[in-house]
C-alpha cells in the first residue's frame, strides 16, 4: 500500500516547518477532526438520527433541523476540553459561547455546523464550515466583540463534506489541502494535497430564481454566461446551483468556476444571504490559498471590518479572473456607466471582451 499521510502526520510535519505551527492549534485542528466524523456519523444516519433533537426558530430566524441541532451540540462537546480555545460563536447560537476548561484561551473559534442542511431531506451533501482566530491578549471575559476580526485575521480555516465521500479541506495559511475518511480505520488521509483554482473558467454557480433581483453587474455578468458563444464572451458556459455553499466551494477547488450569491434587492435590510464570519471568511480565505479571489463585487471580503456576529454579505468568489471581471463590471455601473449590451463598454474592442 502507497504510503499514506493522516492528518495527525501533516499537522505534525506543519510543526517542523518555518514558522512552526502553533501546537495549540494543531490540537484545536484535531478537536474539529474529531467533531467531524461524529457529525458524519449523525448525517449518514439521516432520518434514524433525528428522534434525539429538539428545535426551534434559531438566531437567523429559520427553522432549525434536528440535525443543525445534533451537529452544533457535537461540535460544543468535542470544543468544551480544549485549553487553548477561549470561547466559540456558532450560526445556531445567538452569541458567544465561552469554553470553561479554557486554560490558555489562545483561540477562538467561529462556526456552521451544518452548511447546506435545506438539502438534508435530499441527500445531498452537506458540510460544517470553521475560521480559527487568536483571541485578544490577556482576555479573560468573552465579548462578541473580540470575534469582530477582518478574515485576514484568521489563523486557519477548515471546511467538511458529508457526501458520497466525507473529507475535510484545511489551510494553515500554506496553501489548502483535502483529507478524505477511510472510515474503515477512522482516519483522515491526504489525498488533495496543494489544491490550486483554474484562473479562467467556463461554468458559473448562481441561484437564478433571484435574477429580478439582482444588481446591473451581476445581472450582465449572467446575461452574457447564458449568451455563450452567441455573445460578447465568444464561448459557451455552464451552469450549477448545488445550494451548499461547501459542494459548490469544493467544486471550484477542483475544476474552478464562480460561485456567487450577490447583494439582492429581495431583502435589502439583509446585505447579502451568506453569514461573513462563518461562511464568506473561511471560505474566501480557503479560495484564496488555493489561487482564487473573493468580492463582495465591491471590495475584497478578507478586509471586510465585522459590525456584527451574524452578519451577512454578498459573496462572489472562485476563479481570480472572473472575479476580476465582475469587480471591473460593478465599478462601471458604480461610476454611471451604462452596462447594456449596446453600451460601448461592450464592443468589440472592449477592455471587457473576454
Ligand atoms: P442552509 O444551511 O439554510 O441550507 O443554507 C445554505 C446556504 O447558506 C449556502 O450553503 C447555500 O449556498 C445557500 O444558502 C443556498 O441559498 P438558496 O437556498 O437561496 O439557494
Do not use: I, M, N
Given at each position: 500500500m502507497a504510503h499514506r499521510v493522516t492528518l495527525s502526520a501533516f499537522l505534525l510535519n506543519e510543526r517542523r516547518k518555518t514558522p512552526a505551527l502553533d501546537p495549540a492549534l494543531a490540537g484545536l485542528i484535531k478537536d474539529i477532526e474529531v467533531a467531524c466524523k461524529y457529525i458524519a456519523a449523525a448525517v449518514s444516519r439521516g432520518k434514524l438520527a433525528e428522534a434525539k433533537a429538539s428545535t426551534r426558530i434559531n438566531i437567523q430566524g429559520e427553522e432549525q433541523k434536528p440535525l443543525d441541532v445534533i451537529a452544533n451540540e457535537l461540535v460544543l462537546q468535542t470544543c468544551?476540553?480544549?485549553?487553548?480555545?477561549?470561547g466559540v460563536v456558532s450560526e445556531e447560537l445567538e452569541g458567544p459561547y465561552p469554553i470553561?476548561?479554557?486554560?490558555?484561551?489562545r483561540y477562538l473559534l467561529v462556526y456552521?455546523?451544518?452548511?447546506?442542511?435545506?438539502n438534508l431531506d435530499l441527500n445531498v451533501t452537506v458540510g460544517s464550515i470553521f475560521s480559527v482566530l487568536r483571541a485578544p491578549e490577556g482576555v479573560k471575559e468573552l465579548k462578541?466583540?473580540?470575534?469582530?476580526?477582518?478574515?485576514?485575521?484568521?489563523?486557519a480555516a477548515a471546511f467538511s463534506l458529508y457526501g458520497p465521500s466525507v473529507m475535510l479541506v484545511l489551510t494553515l495559511g500554506r496553501g489548502v489541502h483535502g483529507f478524505t475518511l477511510d472510515r474503515e480505520v477512522g482516519t483522515f488521509f491526504?489525498?488533495?494535497?496543494?489544491l490550486r483554482i483554474p484562473e479562467d473558467t467556463r461554468e458559473f454557480a448562481i441561484n437564478a430564481s433571484n435574477e429580478r433581483f439582482w444588481e446591473p453587474p451581476v445581472r450582465h455578468y449572467v446575461e452574457e454566461c447564458k449568451l455563450g458563444?452567441?455573445?460578447?464572451?465568444?464561448v459557451d458556459f455552464n451552469m450549477r446551483w448545488v445550494a451548499s455553499m461547501v459542494a459548490e466551494v469544493f467544486r471550484i477547488l477542483i475544476r474552478g468556476g464562480v460561485f456567487l450569491y450577490p447583494r439582492d434587492?429581495?431583502?435589502?435590510?439583509?446585505?447579502?444571504?451568506?453569514?461573513?464570519?462563518?461562511?464568506?471568511n473561511p471560505m474566501s480565505l480557503i479560495v484564496e490559498q488555493a489561487g482564487g479571489a473573493s468580492s463582495t463585487g465591491r471590495e475584497r471580503i478578507l478586509e471586510v471590518q465585522p459590525t456584527e456576529l451574524h452578519q451577512r454579505i454578498p459573496v462572489i468568489l472562485g476563479s481570480r479572473n472572473e472575479v476580476e471581471r465582475l469587480v471591473r463590471y460593478h465599478q462601471a455601473y458604480d461610476r454611471g456607466?451604462?452596462?447594456?449590451?449596446?453600451?460601448p463598454l461592450f464592443a468589440s474592442r472592449s477592455i471587457y471582451k473576454s
Open positions: 468544551e476540553s480544549c485549553e487553548h480555545l477561549l470553561p476548561e479554557s486554560r490558555d484561551g456552521d455546523p451544518l452548511d447546506g442542511s435545506s462578541p466583540e473580540h470575534f469582530l476580526q477582518p478574515g485576514v485575521s484568521q489563523v491526504l489525498t488533495h494535497p496543494d458563444k452567441s455573445g460578447p464572451r465568444g434587492t429581495k431583502d435589502p435590510s439583509k446585505g447579502g444571504r451568506l453569514r461573513l464570519l462563518y461562511e464568506a456607466e451604462d452596462l447594456s449590451f449596446k453600451s
